[in-house]
């Protein structure tokens, strides 16, 4: 979320209804698991088991999925591949399109007791990265995709939320090929014999862009039962920006802890539960003594938002690994009733399943890492001799587990946890420096600010289950309380807690309209029909609440980077009238249009007369209600639709009330509408998109929701569109040329956008007045074949005239100063030209 205030106004609905001190270099271990989307285990044989990678993006939390009890990337030798893109991913990218990397990977642990026997299943286990969940072969094994968006190609009339993400797997997979056998207990894999069923949920609206939602069914499948079993999420996140990923230690400055509370922003002088185990950089890597693009100054975390009972225990704790058992470590407490426990090599890291099952069920809460320096006492082990180094930032892990619990066989055990992003941890450039010192770090911790994750947690949980709303309509609406103002005599009485029954819903903004972008020379055109959105329900009023439309560009697509350029809202106002009894302006619940305005008061009527200190009077003659009334725009009432320079209609002339009057797909032609950008550069393409807004509702206390700009942000080039290109047979268009070296293009926005590549490997030629479909050939002047593009965009669209080079031969080489000769060959025919590098 951008900023608190945002999400403050939105909680009313609910109210009312290391730096580490090694030389060497250090990296992460690789593993040798291919880089798609498909298969991490490719064994090709009837019953492989179908193992995908899904990424929810609909968000500011961009996190990869698998179907293997793990989420993240961290098992893959490089990034995969988004399998509905084709594009490389990030374990979590916050915020999304920031190249800011958050995780590396977590996972869950299962531990149980049956008969005789203490075992666990690992999603993600770090050390010897032994995986033991598999979803089964086939179409059963792949993981499900679901939609609320009417537009989106994955939408469902039962799915839950914008993107819903559907995983099936198990534990009972013992093959070697798959299951790598322990080597701290020297036994092939014991199952425990459960399947699960992980959906996770993920919203787009300003009060829950910045967390998903994950809904866990564990089912026994075995004929045993399930004693003492505890569920555990393990988590080795790493903070850091991708320009900087291949720098020594980028994974070795990291802090985690728990937060139990924070201030209530809500109500002053109260604090909220968040329950959160967090993860972030120690300092929020600044860069020349400032915050910029490529600094990581947020945090990520987990909370447990619905367990199957209240009475059990909880665990947080925390280790720090390089790897080798002298670099392995993590507190313990000690006491009569829990006795110190070997973990043989190593003395953070628990290997083995009794082990692990030991750290789950242990019932204990570690201190912040930034305090593992400081001498704790109560049992407490003394720091170690690198607790400095420890403290101030490492490769840092946690697990969070609760239980136990008994286990039927058949028997369905539900839990649901939130994975949450929170903006702003770090906001001082220097603190980390003046501030901390590892034997007095609370100074540091102090100015830590947890407000926006605490925030976005308190929504995941209101999202999960509405306060105020009675969803099993059993009379119960949750757990409500005064709150009393210590700053004045206010108070208010308002709901905190929902019934108990899950809801996973939210307010929700009208849908953006689906978006058609043509590009010109010079030019791009937005047009799009608003039938769907104009004709939202609200999910709670049942009513339209469409307001408007939003234009904007960017030339990226970060959250950040987008422009508001245009506006449509319809001519309304809020009408106030006083009411005498209660001493107080009362509010429309709707909005109420200028022509029904007109009709009750007159034709000359002008509401933009009467105001909060100028109201009409009571007895004008005019004044229908007979009290004092004003009016306030609901919007801009930026109503024209008639200039071709803004938004407007397409065929003005069109006739609602005529239901044959519709475009080929079948949509009315009344709500076609277009926009363009005009007077260009062609050599820049531009992020553009359109969004919906509504008028809020005074009666749930909600303010006004927009719909995501990533929505239906669409890239297109200024440029002249592939089918004029093929219409009027153009010749191709190679910029710049030449291409200097000291020509500045990456600081002018025409190269290495997304900063996260050298400078030698961001260059970038472009090839203009394309066919959708050719082949790009760059020669030496003797002939040698540097590099071949295939060019292939046969649906066409605003990117289809362009391609680029990013001046590497076919061999990844950097490319010398010199002459060369392209060639362009197509249905068309074949062109030539020279281009020219100055180095």
Not at 563 to 589: P, Q
Not at 651 to 667: E, K
Not at 735 to 752: C, K, L, S, T, V
Request: aromatic share 14%.
């Amino acid at each position: 979320m951008n900023s608190v205030s945002v999400k403050i106004w939105v909680v009313c609905f609910v109210l009312v209804a290391f730096g580490g001190a090694w030389e060497t270099s250090v990296a992460r271990p690789q593993f040798e698991f291919p880089q798609t989307g498909g298969p991490i285990l490719s064994k090709p044989a009837i019953g492989t088991p179908n193992i995908n990678l899904e990424v929810h993006k609909v968000n500011r939390l961009a996190l990869s999925l698998t179907n293997k009890g793990f989420f993240g990337t961290g098992y893959y030798s490089s990034n995969p591949l988004d399998p509905e893109t084709g594009l490389p991913v990030l374990a979590c990218e916050y915020p999304i399109n920031s190249d800011v990397e958050y995780l590396w990977v977590g996972g869950l642990w299962l531990g149980a007791v049956i008969g005789r026997d203490t075992l666990v299943s690992t999603g993600a286990e770090g050390y010897y990265f032994i995986t033991e969940f598999f979803p089964d072969a086939g179409d059963e094994g792949r993981m499900e995709r679901k939609s609320t968006r009417p537009f989106s190609r994955n939408y469902s009339p039962d799915a839950v939320s914008e993107e819903d993400i559907i995983a099936i797997f198990t534990d009972t997979l013992t093959h070697s090929s798959y299951v790598t056998e322990d080597p701290i207990d020297n036994r092939a894999h014991q199952p425990l014999n459960v399947k699960i069923v992980q959906k996770s949920y993920a919203w787009s609206y300003p009060y829950a862009e910045d967390f998903i939602l994950f809904d866990y069914e564990i089912e026994n499948i075995g004929v045993f039962p399930l004693k003492q079993l505890y569920i555990g999420l393990v988590v080795d996140a790493d903070a850091f920006h991708m320009s900087t990923q291949s720098a020594d230690g980028a994974w070795l400055d990291d802090i985690c802890g728990f937060k139990k509370t924070i201030p209530s922003p809500f109500w002053p002088g109260y604090v909220d539960t968040i329950m959160a185990s967090w993860v972030a950089d120690n300092d929020g890597d600044p860069h020349g003594g400032v915050f910029d693009f490529a600094s990581t100054t947020g945090v990520t975390a987990t909370r447990v938002i619905r367990t199957p009972s209240d009475s059990m225990k909880y665990s947080f704790n925390w280790w720090v690994t390089r790897y080798t058992p002298s670099l392995d470590w993590g507190p313990r407490q000690v006491t009569e009733e829990k006795p110190f426990r070997d973990f043989g090599p190593n003395f953070g890291t628990p290997l083995g399943d009794k082990n692990k099952y030991y750290m789950l069920s242990t019932g204990e809460f570690d201190y912040d890492q930034l305090e593992c320096a400081v001498t704790q006492g109560n049992g407490w082990l003394s720091p170690p001799r690198d607790a400095a180094d420890y403290a101030d930032g490492h490769n840092a892990i946690y697990l969070l587990s609760f239980g136990p619990f008994d286990v039927a066989p058949g028997e369905i055990l539900p839990f649901t946890m939130a994975y949450i992003g929170g903006e702003d941890l770090h906001h001082d450039p220097h603190a980390f420096e003046t501030m901390y010192s590892p034997l007095n770090p609370q100074p540091y911790m102090d100015q830590l600010d947890f407000s926006d994750l605490g925030m976005n947690s308190i929504w995941a949980d209101w999202i999960y289950d509405n306060p105020g709303f009675d969803t099993d309509n059993d009379g119960d609406s949750g757990l409500a309380r005064w709150f009393y103002n210590i700053d004045s005599s206010d108070s208010t009485y308002a709901f905190y807690k929902g019934d108990g029954v899950p809801d996973f819903r939210g307010a929700a903004p009208p849908p953006s309209p689906k978006l058609n972008v043509t590009s010109g020379l010079g030019k791009l055109t937005l047009r799009w029909n608003g039938q769907v959105s104009e004709n939202f329900l609200d999910v709670f009023s049942g009513q339209k609440d469409f307001e408007g439309y939003k234009i904007y560009f960017a030339e990226d697509n970060r959250f950040s980077d987008f422009v508001l350029v245009a506006t449509y809202d319809y001519h309304d106002y809020d009408r106030f009238m006083w009411d005498d009894a209660r001493r107080m302006w009362v509010g429309s619940l709707e909005p109420i249009l200028y022509d029904s305005l007109l009709a009750w008061y007159g034709a000359d009527f002008d509401p933009d007369m009467y105001t909060e200190e100028h109201p009409l009077p009571a007895d004008d003659d005019r004044n229908i209600t007979g009290r004092f009334t004003y009016f306030s725009p609901q919007y801009w009432n930026n109503s024209d639709l008639s200039d071709p320079h803004g938004i407007h209609k397409i065929y003005p002339d069109a006739n609602l009330a005529d239901p044959t009057d519709t475009t080929a797909d079948g949509y009315h032609r009344y709500y076609e509408y277009k926009f363009v950008f005009e007077n260009l550069s062609p050599a820049k393409p531009l992020y553009v998109s359109v969004t919906s807004f509504d008028y809020g509702s005074r009666k749930h206390k909600l303010s006004v929701l927009e719909s995501s700009v990533l929505e239906n942000d669409t890239l297109g080039w200024p440029l002249t569109s592939t089918e004029e290109v093929e219409d009027e047979a153009l010749g191709v268009v190679v910029f710049p040329n030449p291409y200097r070296i000291d020509g500045r293009y990456a600081g002018a926005g025409y190269e290495n956008r997304d900063r996260t590549k050298s400078a030698e490997r961001a260059r970038s030629i472009n090839f203009a007045n394309l066919p959708r479909i050719c082949t790009i050939r760059i020669y030496t002047l003797t002939g040698d074949l540097v590099q071949e593009i295939d060019h292939y965009r046969p649906g066409g669209g605003p990117t289809a005239q362009h391609e680029s080079w990013n001046m590497l031969s076919r061999n990844t080489q950097a490319i010398t100063s010199g002459i060369y000769i392209w060639s362009v060959t197509s249905e068309m025919g074949e062109q030539l030209g020279k281009l020219v590098i100055i180095k």
